[in-house]
Nanobody
Framework: EVQLVESGGGLVQAGGSLRLSCAFS????????IVWFRQAPGKEREGVSCISRSDGITHFLDSVRGRFTMSSDNAKNTVYLQMNSLKPEDTAVYYC????????????????WGQGTQVTVSS
């Protein structure tokens, strides 16, 4: 059974940092790309960043480049989203998803989703 579980969200002041974790099971990092999405209240869900063995790291949002980065711990089957210099506009529910291995290059759609973790950035 494929599962993805996010953790690490919370309340932080603007300028602060958070590290989100996405622990996955039922597949290996060789099989899928891992993608972080976010959805703010009243807005559509948007892709944030993506990581895969084949494509490395891709940031979909210009607004997070230089502030967010992804990494993976293959031994723990966990992918991280390190978020620095957080802004109030980063407030959203953050989801991780497993997608086809070439999703970071723009191919395919996510297959599996986690339940999300809330990130709130106060001004």
């Amino acid at each position: 059974e494929v599962q993805l579980v996010e953790s690490g969200g919370g309340l932080v002041q603007a300028g602060g940092s958070l590290r989100l974790s996405c622990a996955f099971s039922g597949f290996t990092f060789d099989d899928f790309a891992i993608v972080w999405f976010r959805q703010a209240p009243g807005k559509e869900r948007e892709g944030v960043s993506c990581i895969s063995r084949s494509d490395g790291i891709t940031h979909f949002l210009d607004s997070v480049r230089g502030r967010f980065t992804m990494s993976s711990d293959n031994a723990k089957n966990t992918v991280y989203l390190q978020m620095n210099s957080l802004k109030p506009e980063d407030t959203a529910v953050y989801y991780c998803a497993a997608a086809p291995i070439y999703y970071c290059s723009g191919y395919g759609y996510p297959h599996y989703w986690g339940q999300g973790t809330q990130v709130t950035v106060s001004s």
